[in-house]
Every structure is written in C-alpha cells, then in structure tokens.
C-alpha cells in the first residue's frame, strides 16, 4: 500500500540522516525517484520551491514527496515518517542518556559517518551537475549533449557568489541564491 | 492562565515551534535565535547552558536538526506531551505552506515562462548543494582515516550513479559502514591506549 510505503521510506530516511536536511538528498534520491514515484527534474524543482519557502527544508521536501507521490493522505504519512526516528531517538536520550555526547563510541561513529555525509552529498551534486550540463538534466544516459545556457548560467551565478563573498565577507543566502537563479533562468531560457 | 499550568505551557511550546515553522528558513541553525529568545529569555523554561547542550546532540543524533531540537526543547519544558506538541508545532506551519503550493504546481509547471525559471532553479540547487558541502567540510576533522572515508564513498558512490544500477540502500549501507568504522575505531584506538 502507498500509505504505508510512504511512511516507511521515509521513517527510515529520517533514521539515516546525520548533519541536517541535504543530507536527505542522496536517499531520496535513492528511494523516491528509484522507485519511479517522481522524476529528477520534479525532485530538483522541490529542493528548490523547499528551500524558498519558510520552515525546516527536511519537512518541506518531505511533505512536498508525500503529496506528489499520494496526495494529501500520502504528505501526511511522509511527514510523520520523517519525523518519527527524531522523536522516539530524542525522547530516549533525555530520559535515560544524558551523556550521550561526551560518549567516546558516539562520536567515534560520528567521526566515521561525517565523511560518508559529505562524500555523498558532494556526490550527488557531482552527477546532477554532469547531468544538467551533458544529459538535459535527466539521466546519464543518451546523447551527450553540451547544454551551453545552463553552462553560461552556472559562470554567471558562481562568479557573483565569489564577488559578492569577497566584498561583503559573508556568503549569499539562499533564497537571494535561488531569486537570482530564478531571474537569470527566465532570461535565458526564455 | 497560570505560568504553570501544564496546559498553557504545552500551548507556549506549540506556538512558539510554529513561529519557529512559519518564520525560519532553510531550519536548523536558522532556528537557534528564536528559539533562545522564547524558551530561555522569556519564559525562563531552559538556561543558556543547557540550549547549547541541546544543539550538541540534536545534531549529533539522527534526523533533521531543527525536528531534534524541537522534540528535546519540548521534552525538557514538559515530557513527552511537551516533546510532541513542539514537534507538531514545527510541522504544522511548513506542512500547510507545501500542501499549498504543491495543489498548484502540476498546473504551473505547464506554463512556459515557469519552466524557464525551473531551469535556471535547478542550477541555482547544484550550486547550493556544492556550499552545503564546502558548509559541511568545516565540521569534518581533517586526519587520514577521515580522508580516507570520504574519497572510498565518493569513489563507490559515483561508480553506482553512473553505472545506474537501480540499487536503492547504496546511501543507507554506506552511512551504516561509516558508523560501523567510527566505533571499531575507537575500540582499536582505545585497546592500544591500554597497551601502551
């Protein structure tokens, strides 16, 4: 049953994520549109609408999959399944673990998955990258084919997010990010 | 209402993660300000000192950051009704902001100009997905085992991708592997402590 899919995979992609909401991104990747619930071009929109809109990006994207996948009903379960792992994980520690972070073989597991963290984050921005750039943005299959705009907006947007952090000291926000991406994409795709 | 009526405190934590819901963005770290302002400054439920505590192992635990710290703030305030109503209120905001927009996209994303700036977006995500990284980096302990670590995942990783084999675990086994190898680690490390 869809309800229930749904609330499994992502009770366990909650289960699995360790530093913060991208690191969702590779399992959901994985998982949703593995499962041919979504397209990638449908995942990338979400990421984006998920970080312009207010609220934790793990909910956002979670709740976004979930209705997507199975409506109103299927965002629901997606979400309590997200949240679920954090609030049976969270309510054991307080009551009976109160020096878990100062345990050596927590952060000795730490130490190890940090890398895995990254690497696979680091990963998947790789492959999207490669793929918007050579696959019009679907899979690493086909024609290549240089996609030349996406390549012109990629200098356009990293030379002003250098400049802008060289002469203001702090990075971009996202969502100013996202706004500039968003004018720049009108421009030149339209 | 009184102060301290389990009530109206469950109804302050509710609130306030929804605040926390309706006006962060991204989550997370985001979420840290407001959440001192209301649970510590103003009604006193939770000190300084223990806010950092409570940073510590909500990112140091599994799930989303801003879900952990919500779930502990609530479950220190007041228990496990606390824990959750805290959590639902972070949910709620986020929950109906994304239902509504999503009744709305199979249709927007039809019109021309929006598939235009979807593609300028999906550039826009690549390039924030890249900073979360380089974000992320800084909280890594550059040593051997570590590098070592991380260019074996990134190695297998994109070997998988581009070979597309379908297989929906490669993440979740490597993340498993990654803590396995941080435990066996430390008990290696510490056997040749004793030793010595």
């Known amino acids: 049953m869809i309800y229930f899919e749904l609330f499994y995979t992502f009770f366990l992609i909650g289960l699995f994520t360790f530093g913060g909401g991208y690191a969702m991104i590779p399992m959901i990747q994985e998982q949703v ?80 998955v940090k890398p895995v963290v990254l690497a696979l984050i680091l990963s998947t921005s790789l492959v999207m990258l490669i793929k918007v750039l050579f696959f019009r943005g679907t899979s690493l299959k086909g024609e290549l084919e240089f996609d030349m705009k996406s390549f012109t907006l990629l200098i356009m947007i990293s030379g002003y997010l250098f400049i802008h952090k060289k002469v203001m000291k702090k990075g971009l926000s996202p969502i100013l990010l996202l706004g500039l991406s968003a004018l720049l994409g009108l421009i030149v795709f339209y | 209402m009184k102060k301290n009526n389990v009530f109206y405190q469950l109804l302050i934590l509710f609130l306030t993660f929804a605040k926390v819901g309706l006006f962060t963005f991204g989550g997370g770290y985001a979420m840290i300000p407001i959440i001192q302002k209301e649970v510590s400054d103003r009604h006193k439920w939770i000190n300084e000192e223990e806010i950092i505590d409570i940073i510590a192992i909500s990112e140091s635990t599994p799930g989303p950051i801003a879900v ?76 051997l085992t570590g590098t070592i670590i991380f260019a074996s995942t990134l190695i297998i990783s994109l070997v998988f991708s581009f070979l597309d084999t379908g297989f929906r675990y490669l993440s979740l086994i490597l993340i498993l592997l990654g803590l396995i190898t941080g435990v066996v680690l430390t008990i290696i490390g510490s056997k040749k402590e004793k030793t010595k």
């Open chain 1, 33 to 112: 549109v593995g499962k041919g619930w979504i397209s990638a071009d449908a995942l990338t929109n979400f990421i984006a609408i998920s970080e312009a809109t207010p609220g934790p990006f793990a909910l956002n994207i979670s709740t976004f999959v979930g209705k997507e996948v199975g409506g109103v009903l299927g965002s629901v379960m997606s979400t309590i399944g997200v949240v679920l792992p954090s609030l049976i994980i969270i309510i054991i520690i307080a009551m009976i673990m109160k020096k878990f972070i100062t345990n050596k073989y927590v952060k000795g597991a730490l130490n190890g």
């Open chain 2, 68 to 143: 952990n710290m919500a779930t502990y703030v609530g479950y220190k305030v007041r228990g496990i009704p606390g824990a959750i109503l805290s959590t639902l209120g972070l949910m709620v905001p986020s929950f109906v902001i994304i239902l509504g927009i999503s009744f709305f996209y199979d249709e927007f994303i039809k019109i021309r100009a929006l598939q235009a700036i979807f593609k300028g977006l999906k550039v826009g995500v690549i390039i924030l997905l890249f900073s979360a990284v380089l974000k992320l980096r800084k909280g890594v302990k550059v040593n």
